[in-house]
């Protein structure tokens, strides 16, 4: 059964980060690793978001020349690209948005002298 895998914070790692149990440099390599991963994750995110649209405008394109540019045509084809815009905008949030969030909040309720500088 296929799974959609949600990146985010644990409870655990929050609970680690609220309690300061990270030291500054310990908080930065940890920042600078999640920051590898968030750079790699919307690499590929980017890529979805040029390759999908375009096959999507592909195949409507496909059964325009088939049908003709009919309403029905134009219709579906425009509603396609607005579902595959908001499934990206949803797939980005659940991959980057969601875990950067969470761990922002709790850096900066665990360590706040460090407000907004270890942000991913």
């Known amino acids: 059964m296929a799974r959609i895998y949600i990146n985010r914070l644990s409870a655990r790692e929050r609970e680690q980060l609220v309690g300061r149990r990270f030291s500054i440099d310990e908080l930065e390599m940890l920042h600078a690793s999640l920051l590898r991963g968030q750079r790699a994750r919307m690499k590929r995110l980017r890529v979805l978001m040029v390759v999908l649209p375009l096959g999507c405008l592909a195949l409507g394109s496909m059964t325009a020349s088939l049908a003709g540019w009919t309403a029905a045509v134009l219709v579906a084809t425009a509603a396609i690209l607005v579902m595959v815009t908001l499934l990206l905008?949803?797939?980005?949030?659940?991959?980057?948005?969601?875990?950067?969030?969470?761990?922002?909040?709790?850096?900066?309720?665990?360590?706040?002298?460090?407000?907004?500088?270890?942000?991913?």
Do not use: K
Request: net charge negative; hydrophobic share 45%; aromatic share 16%.
């Open 89 to 120: 905008l949803l797939t980005w949030y659940l991959a980057v948005g969601l875990y950067a969030r969470q761990f922002n909040d709790a850096v900066d309720e665990g360590y706040p002298e460090l407000l907004g500088r270890l942000h991913l």
